[in-house]
């Protein structure tokens, strides 16, 4: 091919004089004489050295198009039939600094580690991060390096799981999801405890461990959150460098204990911790917030124009942000299964400080509901359009409320039914915006990690009124509390 090319270059010069050289102005004219090359003449003269050439500049433009937009192009050009696989995110995570078996104690071959084996899977982000992040104070407090694990939906080995017709990852690494110390990022200076290290690390400088099950250690039951870990630091602190959590056993934070009050007896302690005070999202997820700030935000163009792009942290409330948390779907059944059994509203929902409480009505006997109850509970934890406009309504008469004019929408509802609860909101009055999060515009890897930008728009609301059955509004009230938000901006349905 280069060949062809440059004998056809040839011939197009060939009228130009032997020399190979362009004509000069005195050619143009009749004159036989040829000026002396210029070197950028030169440089292009002759046709097999130009095609040389052009092809080492393709290259070099090429090399710093991958230098710089490598990225970016192989997000463009990547097979989007199946879910993303975040390898970056996890290659990344495998060169953290504190994998160096060489690194003096408490860090390195001689450091102290726990292995939670029996991390949750298959369960929701909500559930899923709640107990990453207790599994890492607790992990914190006793002075051992926290070795954390993908958020895990299928533990068979696969790369893509069908969920309801779907596929989604079988796994997504913390780090595409969380930053901060529990996901390997240093602790605060002054805090010399171990840095969090990924399973692989583990395998390597733990070949022999102290597994532990309910027959070596067994907590009472009932134990509110803050005994459960008090007893766990004190048992830690006494057994041998490397010790992994059963994985048949059940999660020392279960969902018997995030489903109660029992939870809240950690919350000074966690409150302080800094897996919390130095809690921050990805910049995969805070890059979605920036990228569908203007959704929820009344800021104008202009202002963008002199101001500069939003910013997504710090995590302090927009005024004006109403967020409000509805599910959908399946979400029904799960409603009236919490009715059979008088379930209670997630731990963290149940603060004495938030103005919405939450009791129990009589049941009908052992597992069964009155119909008076259904509805109750229906109301609390799957309302309809109407009841959703009317407590959107009350909410915004509240002094809490005073200045709302965007809503925030985070639901799993189809885009019928939003687009009805749009219509009845907008029927209100008083709004400058209504979106949903059906209405962002999120990148691949984004798409399968959407509920964490929900959450941190909620996190981020003036208001949000939230479902106090559900651990993802559970997780946003615990972050918005432990940012001293005041309380009463947490509603429920």
């Known amino acids: 091919m280069l060949r062809s090319l440059s004998q056809k270059l040839a011939e197009q010069n060939a009228g130009y004089g032997h020399s190979g050289g362009l004509p000069t102005a005195s050619d143009r004219h009749g004159h036989v004489g040829y000026r002396r090359q210029s070197w950028w003449a030169a440089f292009w003269s002759k046709p097999t050295q130009r095609v040389i050439r052009i092809v080492m500049l393709a290259a070099l433009c090429a090399g710093l198009v991958h230098l710089f937009w490598g990225d970016t192009l192989v997000g463009l050009v990547q097979d989007r039939s199946k879910p993303p696989l975040y390898r970056k995110y996890h290659e990344a995570e495998l060169r953290l600094p504190q994998h160096d078996p060489e690194l003096q104690y408490p860090e390195g071959k001689h450091g102290q580690f726990i292995w939670y084996a029996n991390h949750v899977h298959g369960s929701g982000w909500g559930n899923a ?69 990924v399973k692989e690390y583990w395998d390597t400088v733990c070949p022999e461990k102290e597994v532990m099950t309910e027959e070596l250690f067994k907590i009472d039951a009932e134990a509110d959150a803050g005994v459960v870990l008090d007893a766990w630091v004190e048992k830690l602190k006494a057994m041998p460098r490397c010790v992994e959590i059963d994985e048949k056993i059940a999660q020392i934070w279960n969902i018997w204990m995030f489903g109660s009050k029992r939870i809240l007896g950690i919350w000074d302690s966690l409150k302080r911790s800094p897996v919390i005070t130095e809690f921050r999202w990805s910049q995969l997820i805070e890059d979605g917030f920036v990228a569908n700030y203007r959704l929820f935000s009344s800021t104008s163009w202009l202002v963008s124009l002199f101001s500069g792009a939003p910013s997504a942290y710090p995590y302090t409330p927009i005024p004006g942000l109403l967020a409000l948390h509805i599910r959908r779907g399946d979400f029904e059944g799960h409603c009236l299964h919490f009715a059979r059994w008088s379930s209670q509203w997630n731990g963290f929902n149940q603060f004495a400080e938030l103005p919405d409480q939450f009791e129990p009505p009589p049941s009908a006997g052992w597992g ?126």
């Not at 240093?186 to 969090?196: C, H, I």
């Not at 799993?412 to 979106?435: F, R, Y």
């Open 368 to 493: 069964e509901a009155t119909p008076e109850g259904e509805q109750l509970y229906l109301r609390r934890c799957y309302p309809t359009v109407a009841q959703i406009v009317e407590r959107v309504a009350a909410v915004r008469a509240t002094a809490a409320g005073q200045g709302l004019r965007n809503v925030y929408i985070m639901t799993n509802a189809k885009k019928p039914w939003i687009t009805e609860l749009k219509g009845a909101l907008w029927k209100m009055g008083g709004w400058e915006k209504i979106a949903s999060s059906r209405d962002l515009s999120l990148g691949w890897e984004q798409q399968f990690v959407a509920q964490s930008v929900d959450m941190l728009i909620g996190q981020r609301a003036q208001v949000i009124i939230g479902n106090g059955f559900s651990s993802l509004t559970s997780n946003i009230v615990m972050l918005r509390m432990a940012l001293d938000i005041p309380a009463d901006t947490n509603r429920f349905w």
């Open 129 to 197: 991060m709640q107990e990453h992040l207790l599994n890492a104070h607790l992990a914190h407090e006793s002075g051992r390096a926290f070795v954390f694990n993908n958020y895990t939906w299928n533990k068979d080995g696969s790369d893509h799981t069908d969920f309801n017709g779907h596929l989604i990852p079988s796994r997504i690494p913390i780090s595409a999801i969380l930053r901060g110390p529990t996901a390997g990022r240093p602790w605060p200076v002054g805090d010399y405890a171990p840095r969090a290290v």
